[in-house]
């Protein structure tokens, strides 16, 4: 069987669902996805209320979809309690003692939540969040590390109306502080500190430092996860609140009553913002609602992971970022899917964790991103081959562009030769995946990421909004709103248009390249704008530069992405010192740390290089295509040099090569 696919893939690049898989799948054949599909489309409300039968509604809608572009709305009129959906509805049947949540801490501690037990620990915390003075249309800022809690805590905003931004636990106090001010947050849900790779991150501390620029915080829950002197906990006196002395309270009838039966919000009250770099300095505060959001992650769950009660799922992404909200909070849980979590690194202890996790839980279907995959390649098939995988019967990549060796190595050896591959190209904006194959019904090529799905109007397009032949590069757009898309930017509706609504004539574009081929099939290639896509993290090159030019010694700075084999793209960034300062290796430090500090240690540049002068135009434009030139090694400029300032600039840029 094995060697029948491993030919057949060589052969045509094509992978054929294994029969077994596909008797089983909820999806059976591509003649099933394209009759879907084509009704998603055509008729989409029919569409929608079929396949969202078992999300709670309290009402149901008085209008599907209504827009005026930019703008939309799903599910009009329609009553729902997002948590309601992921929680109460479990209760009544035999999910209601099944895992949740599988939770395996990084120190090797494992603790399993029960539908029953997750309910009862966010019923718990609304009510206490509602006696702390949350309320519907509150913002509320998440800055934990990967524990149940960290979900817990989104799940009871969702119950009372309030709007969660999440904010990685690997942002940097700066990072945290502008995030928290931007939304203005009233309370702040965080923990003492996380483990990762053995050592602690400090949160608490690191969330007082950005609380002392943060006027509109009242009070901040504090989980403790680490516990002892390491996490350098100190609690502000009527401030701070232990997570543990919260619960422990008796909670007001008022607000237990109101947690115990949730109001059901609008189908466009705001369910969470999630900050994501674009192409100026500022992160955006995509804004996602809730009965669109909810839909698009629940059909997704279910027909892309092929999700079934009996699976015990994993997506490895940190609950920091929107594959986290998507895919390990709502979309699985309102499934009833039992989601395991990991806490840590991938490496840690060794490169043999993430197998043995599989192993000792017996996960069946694995979501992780290319970026881990290459890591993995990396260090040799042997960690891999130590554990018995066999559980595994469905894998899915995210957040960049797999290359078809990396997809072949998964196939072959992660998934033994019997796993389909889902690949599952999406945004934080999309909310949902908008383009992949269903494992049972499709077959997939190694690096194509896909159909669309369901509802999903997408096509490669010219400039001013043409269509592309098949195979001919293009700017990927989406030409009808779709339930799950972000509706605005969090306080910035003319920058949302602008960044999405305004290059190309009503159609929202993506930012990525991509071409279709004569079967239909996308593939993306990536970003086309100015935002870098490092290790399956989003990064705006303009956000690095103004940290940069932040620092005391910087004058000017430019960064740009540069091809690497393990990270898709590595960070470059070009510094012009002021007069006087020396550019050596101390300058360096300085500016990495300057980078770990404004940011966050992940956005750290791969390679500082210092400059005399950047390339410029004659009106004084950085020009980013030469630098990207130069950081990829190459020579001679490709590109036309033309309208640069001084061409010796360029020489001299490449002589200095590190
Ligand atoms: C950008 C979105 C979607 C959750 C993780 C990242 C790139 C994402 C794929 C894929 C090729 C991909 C795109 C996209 N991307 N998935 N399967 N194939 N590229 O979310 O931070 O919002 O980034 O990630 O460039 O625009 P994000």
Redesign the pocket.
């Known amino acids: 069987m094995t060697d029948s696919i491993e030919s057949r893939l060589k052969e045509d690049r094509r992978f054929v669902p294994p029969d077994e898989f596909q008797k089983r799948a909820h999806v059976t054949s591509h003649a099933e996805y394209t009759a879907m599909y084509r009704r998603s489309l055509d008729e989409p409300e029919a569409f929608w209320r079929e396949h969202t039968q078992d999300l709670v509604f309290d009402k149901t809608w008085d209008r599907f979809h209504a827009w005026k572009l930019p703008h939309a709305t799903f599910f009009e009129g329609a009553k729902l309690n997002a948590s309601v959906s992921c929680l109460d509805r479990h209760l009544d049947g035999p999910r209601r003692t099944k895992a949740a949540i599988v939770f395996e801490g990084e120190p090797g501690d494992t603790r399993t939540l029960t539908y029953f037990e997750l309910h009862r620990e966010v019923v718990r915390l609304t009510a206490h969040l509602a006696d702390l003075g949350v309320k519907a249309g509150d913002r509320v800022t998440i800055y934990m590390g990967m524990v149940p809690e960290a979900i817990v805590a989104m799940l009871a905003c969702a119950r009372l109306g309030a709007t969660h931004s999440v904010v990685f636990g690997g942002f940097s106090a700066e990072a945290l502080r502008d995030r928290i001010n931007d939304c203005q947050a009233k309370v702040l849900l965080t923990q003492d500190a996380a483990w990762r790779r053995g050592s602690v991150v400090p949160l608490k501390q690191m969330a007082d430092k950005a609380l002392e620029e943060c006027p509109t915080i009242e009070k901040v829950v504090v989980y403790r996860r680490v516990g002892d002197a390491r996490a350098h906990v100190t609690m502000k006196e009527g401030r701070d609140v232990w997570w543990e002395d919260l619960m422990g309270r008796t909670a007001s009838a008022a607000s237990l009553e109101l947690a115990k039966k949730p109001p059901a919000h609008d189908a466009e009250h705001p369910l969470f913002v999630l900050y994501?770099s674009g192409s100026t300095g500022k992160p955006k505060g995509v804004l996602h609602t809730t009965a669109g959001y909810l839909a698009g992650v629940h059909v997704t769950t279910k027909f892309v992971f092929d999700m079934k009660d009996s699976d015990l799922y994993w997506c490895t992404a940190d609950i920091g970022?929107?594959?986290g909200h998507s895919y390990i909070v709502y979309g699985p849980l309102s499934c009833g899917a039992a989601c395991l979590v990991y806490e840590g690194a991938p490496n840690f202890p060794d490169w043999s964790r993430f197998w043995q996790i599989i192993e000792k839980h017996g996960v069946s279907i694995l979501y992780t991103a290319p970026t881990a995959i290459r890591a993995f390649i990396r260090a040799g098939d042997e960690w891999v081959q130590k554990a018995d995988l066999s559980s595994l019967r469905l894998l899915g990549?995210?957040?960049?562009?797999?290359n078809p060796e990396a997809w072949t190595w998964y196939h072959r050896v992660v998934g033994g030769g019997r796993c389909p591959i889902v690949?599952?190209?999406?945004?934080?904006?999309t909310g949902s995946i908008l383009l992949t194959t269903l494992p049972g019904a499709c077959y997939s090529k190694p690096g194509s990421?896909g159909l669309p799905m369901f509802g999903v109007d997408i096509a490669v397009v010219k400039d001013k909004g043409e269509d592309c032949k098949a195979n001919e590069g293009g700017k990927l757009v989406i030409r009808r709103p779709w339930p799950s898309m972000a509706r605005t930017l969090f306080g910035d509706d003319e920058r949302y248009k602008a960044a999405y609504w305004s290059q190309i004539p009503d159609v929202y574009f993506?930012?990525?390249g991509a071409r279709r081929d004569e079967d239909g099939y996308f593939w993306?290639v990536?970003?086309i704008d100015d935002v870098l896509?490092v290790s399956?993290?989003?990064i705006g090159t303009a956000e690095i530069e103004s940290a940069l030019v932040s620092h005391p010694i910087v004058a000017e700075a430019a960064a740009v992405g540069k091809p690497d084999d393990l990270k898709g793209q590595a960070l470059v960034v070009f510094v012009t010192l002021k007069n006087g300062v020396t550019a050596d290796k101390n300058a360096k430090d300085k500016l990495a740390e300057h980078i770990d500090k404004e940011i966050g240690k992940f956005a750290r540049p791969d390679q500082i290089r210092f400059t005399d002068a950047l390339p410029k135009t004659r009106s004084g434009k950085i020009m980013r295509r030469l630098l990207k030139e130069v950081a990829s090694g190459a020579t001679e400029a490709k590109g036309d040099t033309s309208t640069l300032e001084d061409l010796g600039v360029l020489a001299k840029l490449r002589a200095d090569e590190d």
Request: glycine share 14%.
């Open positions: 994501t970022w929107v594959t990549s995210v957040g960049e562009p797999i690949d599952t190209w999406w945004q934080t904006e990421t993506t930012g990525d993306v990536g970003r896509n399956g993290h989003r």
